[in-house]
């Protein structure tokens, strides 16, 4: 078995376990957390996911990617999101450094941390423009890996909403129609993915 086949068992396994155990072991939480992906990684979509959480509407927002980068001195460091994401809390030597050309987290690793979501909170949305179908693609992992998960154990409770960026979309438009969204989305049981 290939360590991409074994990462896609390991990521439907996690999903089992983190919605089974902590949907027995903690209270109903309504709260909506959300994550971005790299790709939906744009100052647009940041002031909206800001203006989501002053309204209340999301709890946390957290980059679901790391880059690897090199300082100055040579040495590497990983960092989530990227330098832009919180400009103010990152080190001079991290601000100084050149992110690892080719590097990049790959989808399953990003479909696993979305799905750690679900320890806090019953309600979890993910800002991407990824979109592709391809077999190892996000989109894919969740839509055969997640939501089966979802929909057989306490799919009555956990919601996942997907909202990917129609490659016609303008970044600007896509983020306003997140905010849409998420004013007056009711977060239904289940997984949906919407393009927008």
């Known amino acids: 078995m290939t360590g991409a086949a074994q990462s896609h068992i ?30 939906a990684n744009h100052p647009a979509v940041w002031q909206v996911t800001s203006e989501l959480l002053r309204q209340g509407r999301a709890e946390l927002v957290q980059p679901l990617w790391s880059q690897l980068r090199t300082r100055l001195d040579g040495t590497h460091i990983q960092f989530t999101g990227n330098t832009r994401t919180l400009p ?14 080719g590097w990049s987290v790959p989808d399953w690793q990003i479909a696993t941390m979305l799905v750690g979501q679900f320890v806090g909170t019953d309600r979890v949305v993910l800002l991407s423009a ?20 979802l929909d057989a154990q306490h799919g009555d409770r956990f919601s996942l909403l997907a909202l990917f960026k129609d490659s016609e979309s ?11 969204i998420m004013l007056s989305h009711p977060f239904p049981p289940g997984f ?4 927008i």
């Open 10 to 39: 390991a990521l439907r396994d996690f999903a089992r376990v983190v919605i089974r155990e902590h949907a027995l072991t903690r209270s109903p939480n309504a709260a909506v957390r959300i994550g971005v992906d790299e790709c």
């Open 88 to 101: 103010s809390l990152v080190p001079d030597d991290v601000l100084a450094s050149r992110p690892v050309r």
């Open 130 to 149: 990824d979109k592709r179908h391809d077999r190892k693609g996000l989109r894919n992992l969740l839509a055969s890996k997640v939501r089966p998960v």
């Open 170 to 180: 303008t970044v600007e438009d896509y983020a306003q129609a997140v905010l849409q």
């Open 192 to 195: 949906e993915e919407r393009v």
